[in-house]
C-alpha cells in the first residue's frame, strides 16, 4: 500500500460509525425512559427525539453505503435538536419560559432526573454527533 491509498476503515467511517452509535443510544435511552420507566416526555422531548430519531436511520444508512457526505444531512438535524436541548435546559432552570409550547398536562420543567437532567443527556448526544460530522472530511471526486 502506497501513501495515498487509504484503509477501508479511516477515520470518516468510524466517526460515522461513532454518531450511529450514540444516535442508537439516544434512541434506545428515551424508549426505556418513556416505557419502562413510564416517564411521560414533554412537547420539548418530542421535539428532540423528532430531531434524533431520524439520525438512527439517516447514519445507519450512511454507514451502510460508505457515504461520508451524510454530514449535510446530519448536521443540521443535530445542531436542531441540541438548540432544543438548550431550551430545556433553561427551562427546567427557571431561565425561560416556554409554556407557550409546553401543555399544562406535562410541563417542559418537571425534572425527573434532578442529578442528570434528560435534556442534558440528549444536548451530549447531539454534541458528540455534532463533532463527529464537523471532523468527517468527505473524499473529493478528483482525489479519489
Not at 500500500?1 to 454518531?19: E, F, N, Q
Not at 444531512?73 to 409546553?102: F, K, M, N, W
Request: with cysteine.
Amino acid at each position: 500500500m502506497d501513501a495515498k491509498t487509504k484503509s477501508p476503515l479511516d477515520w470518516g467511517y468510524l466517526l460515522l460509525a461513532l454518531a450511529w452509535l450514540v444516535a442508537i443510544v439516544a434512541m434506545l435511552g428515551s424508549l426505556y425512559y418513556s416505557e419502562v420507566r413510564k416517564f411521560v416526555p414533554c412537547t420539548l422531548c418530542w421535539y428532540q427525539r423528532i430531531a434524533m430519531y431520524p439520525l438512527v436511520f439517516i447514519l445507519g444508512t450512511a454507514l451502510w453505503r460508505g457515504d461520508l457526505k451524510v454530514k449535510y444531512y446530519v448536521l443540521p438535524l443535530s445542531l436542531l435538536g441540541g438548540s432544543i436541548s438548550v431550551i430545556h435546559l433553561l427551562e427546567q432552570r427557571g431561565l425561560l419560559d416556554t409554556s407557550a409550547v409546553c401543555s399544562s398536562v406535562v410541563p417542559c420543567n418537571i425534572e425527573y432526573i434532578p442529578s442528570f437532567p434528560i435534556p442534558l443527556q440528549a444536548l451530549i448526544a447531539f454534541v458528540l454527533i455534532s463533532v463527529a460530522m464537523f471532523m468527517i472530511r468527505p473524499k473529493r471526486a478528483d482525489s479519489q
